[in-house]
């Protein structure tokens, strides 16, 4: 075979070779973004899913802004993303190894918010954390699958036809509004429960199931605060004056409205908190009063047959009486007059209201 061959059929293959790469390499990327989710939200343009990629972030202007969702924290997607996204060595040794504790990490141009969501495990209220990293027209959102209230932003987003005009700072803002509307919505779901509750309390007071009911209720309200607690200094953090110098204005008045939020969230758990008290004093005062009917019929009984032991007992002395001596008239007349007796005591016990 003649050199020119040789050397022909060698750049065929190398082509071949490189071809190959750059399809392994895009198969590659394509099963790393089945779970990496990409909107750019164009306000000169469409609202679309894109692909996540070195032009696309290099293409982004102040009419764009880029969300990028990561669920399922595989460290191979964010490694990637962290390498396109150009972002902090310690902001994505945090995404990768996430605290439970809600903070805010400042790395320059770039900061981290995470914070706690709420997840029901076997019945109990749980956190799953929301690591939220905000850049210059991007935003990323780390976290684990099914994070209900981030699939029902997404849903809400997607269509808008505004968002591009907004910083990325401002649509951290109403991420983070959702994020509050999410135990919200949980304390709506408990007080929902405690008004049935109290008219069945009310209706049954005897029923001890209500006591179950009332203890996972203050249980779960306590889970609640809990978790919602832990975001003080988040909140406060994003309100501070220092950090807000760095924000624009609008970003820097959501903020304080945020903060305004959580505190409100706050005082509604402590309301909740309370009304699950009060629940419970309803039920223990309708269990008291039912005790306090109960011992009522059994004074009533005890009088009664108090009268009936104490004529029996007298008549069953061992005296003789010329009364004894008058056969049954006696005896009758004894029972008609312990029966009258007896019916002006149920009829006192009546009147007084006691059964």
Not at 249 to 269: G, M, P, Q
Not at 281 to 286: I, L, N, Q, R
Request: aromatic fraction near 8%.
């Amino acid at each position: 075979m003649s050199g020119k061959a040789i050397r022909g059929a060698g750049r065929g293959a190398g082509k071949e070779l490189d071809n190959r790469t750059r399809s392994s390499r895009q198969r590659h990327g394509a099963a790393e973004d089945q779970h990496l989710r990409a909107y750019l939200f164009d306000a000169e343009g469409e609202d679309r899913e894109v692909q996540l990629s070195e032009e696309l972030l290099r293409g982004l202007c102040e009419s764009q802004l880029l969300w990028v969702d990561v669920p399922g924290r595989k460290a191979g997607e964010l490694e990637r993303v962290a390498a396109l996204l150009g972002l902090d060595q310690r902001a994505v040794q945090q995404l990768a190894d996430p605290s439970p504790q809600p903070v805010v990490e400042s790395y320059g141009e770039t900061f981290r918010v995470d914070v706690q969501a709420l997840r029901e495990h076997h019945g109990r209220l749980r956190g799953d954390e929301l690591n939220i990293v905000v850049g210059p027209n991007y935003l990323l959102t780390v976290h684990p699958e099914n994070v209900g209230f981030v699939e029902d932003f997404a849903d809400q987003q997607r269509g808008n036809g505004k968002l591009g005009r907004l910083t990325s700072q401002t649509f951290l803002a109403a991420l983070l509004n959702w994020h509050l509307n999410s135990y919200l919505h949980e304390v709506e779901a408990l007080e929902g429960k405690l008004d049935p509750l109290d008219e069945a309390i009310l209706q049954r007071p005897t029923n001890r199931e209500f006591l179950g009911d009332l203890v996972c209720y203050r249980r779960r309200a306590g889970e609640l605060r809990h978790l919602l607690a832990s975001h003080r200094d988040v909140y406060a953090t994003l309100s501070r004056p220092d950090f807000k110098a760095l924000a624009d204005e609008e970003s820097a008045r959501n903020f304080d409205a945020l903060e305004d939020r959580f505190e409100r969230a706050l005082t509604a758990i402590e309301g909740l908190r309370e009304a699950i008290l009060g629940s419970f004093d309803v039920y223990m005062t309708s269990l008291g009063q039912r005790t306090n009917e109960t011992m009522r019929l059994l004074t009533v009984v005890t009088v009664v047959m108090g009268l009936w032991a104490l004529v029996a007992g007298i008549f069953g002395m061992n005296f003789d009486a010329t009364f004894q001596h008058s056969s049954w008239h006696g005896f009758e007349l004894v029972v008609a007059l312990l029966l009258l007796a007896t019916l002006l005591i149920l009829w006192l016990t009546r009147k007084r209201q006691w059964w």
